[in-house]
């Protein structure tokens, strides 16, 4: 039996949903614990490509068990729109396949319109540059405990009087601060009602789900959204989103006790980007950036924007081990790489005349800083046909000792491709 969590190092898109579908053959159960449809998550699978942004990436297996735990931010519109998709694809969703918190929060049709009056309203360089998705707006009411939560689709008199109050606080906020249309309760109850309908049998108790599984001796796979750097604590504040990305939160936004876990997964671009506003240390404007986002066809899968490419940052993968307790790194995107002379890895920063090895707390500093290259010899070989690690390049496996030695954790994965196939899987950590 083994318990796995799955988590983005860096800024998101570090390749978690293809990782997840490849590990999912191991698991049993595969869990989403926080973040919403601001996630988007590409799996490439016989050569047909799947985004998932609510559902979890163990979807395509149809033996496996999904969960949506506590910590999600929902949206129900969405998370329909993706069951129609995969029924359409041939691979029908019914309550035997997922399961959804009755405790996971819902993001109403409010949220997406103070997400995006919030973000038109702050001046630019304040900007967070958020996916407009409702994320943060939702995470807040749920803070200041007026959110309303998916179990609350089952009682109609308390979901009423939640809307109710909300409407009133919002209404008020569209009306008078943001010059913007208000909604009616009957909009809103309308939509809700059918789907109340369409959700209330995959409706449950997922922390009561995942103790029996886990008593059952079930493998258990968290899949983290997001990236470490994106967490409300200990990212780049306040260019974050609204939840805790780090492994912990796999325990808080699942109802699972922490020392149930056995492995953490690291998931690791091998160069970094970022979507978004927000500093990015090792960020490149010249034709080196501009080739790794051709190469590594870097968009996003929620926004279509263009991705910000840079270097890797080994003081951004430092925070993430110490962070999240990773026991294993899964190197994605090595393929991206080929073609560079020289490969440059940020292994300090300075700022102010000091050199730093971690991430600064304060933002004006955290913009302030330069990054400190180590430079190793590139690769010209393309890489997306080799499954082995003794036939990658030596220059290809020099730079994974390297990632290896500066954040004194092993390498159990490497990916070389899209593909599920394209991937050395060199530990297993449910062995
Ligand atoms: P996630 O949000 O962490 O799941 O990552 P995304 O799906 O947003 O972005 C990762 C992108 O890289 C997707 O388009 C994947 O299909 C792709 N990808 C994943 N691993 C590799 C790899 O090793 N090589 C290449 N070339 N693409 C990859
Ligand atoms: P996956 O799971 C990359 C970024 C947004 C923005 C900030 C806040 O695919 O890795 P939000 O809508 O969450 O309030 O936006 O966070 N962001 C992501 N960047 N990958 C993601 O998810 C992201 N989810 C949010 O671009 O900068
Ligand atoms: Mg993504």
């Not at 390749?15 to 998550?41: C, P, S």
């Amino acid at each position: 039996m083994a318990n796995v969590v799955i988590i983005g190092t860096q800024w998101g898109d570090e390749g978690k949903g293809k990782v997840v579908d490849l590990l999912t053959r191991y698991a049993d159960y595969i869990v989403r614990f926080q973040g919403g449809n601001n996630a988007g998550h590409t799996l490439v699978v016989e050569g047909k490509k799947y985004i998932f942004h609510l559902i979890p990436s163990g979807i395509l297996y149809p033996d496996k068990k999904c969960l949506i735990g506590n910590g999600v931010v929902l949206d129900p519109g969405v998370l329909l729109k993706e069951m129609t998709d995969l029924a359409a694809a041939g691979l029908p969703v019914n309550p035997d396949r997922l399961t959804i918190s009755e405790r996971a929060h819902l993001i109403m049709p409010y949220h997406n319109r103070l997400d995006n009056n919030m973000e038109a309203a702050t001046k630019q360089g304040a900007k967070i540059g958020t996916t407009g998705r409702g994320i943060g707006p939702c995470y807040g009411d749920k803070i200041t405990r007026q959110g309303i939560k998916v179990g609350d689709l089952l009682d109609d008199a308390l979901f009423r009087e939640k809307l109710t109050e909300n409407l009133k606080e919002k209404n008020f906020l569209f009306a008078s601060k943001y010059n913007t249309a208000t909604f009616s309760f009957e909009e809103i109850y309308a939509i809700f009602q059918q789907y109340a309908e369409k959700l209330a049998p995959y409706i449950g108790n997922v922390s009561v789900e995942l103790d029996r599984a886990r008593k059952a001796g079930r493998h258990i796979l968290f899949e983290g959204a997001q990236g470490t750097q994106l967490d409300i604590d200990h990212g780049t504040y306040p260019f974050v989103t609204s939840s805790n990305t780090i492994a912990g939160n796999a325990c808080t936004g699942s109802g699972f006790g922490p020392s149930h876990i056995d492995a953490v997964i690291g998931i690791l671009k091998a160069y970094t980007t970022r979507v978004g506003e927000g500093p990015f240390p090792s960020e490149l404007f010249d034709q080196t950036g501009e080739a790794l986002q051709q190469k590594g066809a870097e968009f996003g899968a929620t926004t279509g924007r263009k991705r910000r490419c840079g270097w890797l940052d080994c003081i951004v993968a430092n925070e993430a081990v110490r962070l999240n307790g990773i026991t294993g790194l899964a190197i994605t995107k090595l393929d991206v790489l080929s073609g560079q002379s020289n490969l440059k890895i940020a292994t300090a920063y300075e700022e102010g005349g000091k050199r730093l090895t971690a991430m600064p707390g304060n933002i004006r500093q955290v913009e302030r800083l330069k990054p400190v290259y180590e430079e190793l010899v590139g690769w010209q070989e393309e890489l997306c046909d080799i499954r082995s690690i003794d036939d990658l390049p030596s220059a290809t496996r020099a730079y994974i000792k390297r990632i290896e030695e500066i954040t004194e954790t092993p390498v159990a994965i490497l990916s070389v491709g899209p593909g599920r196939e394209q991937t050395l899987l060199l530990k297993n950590p449910f062995a």
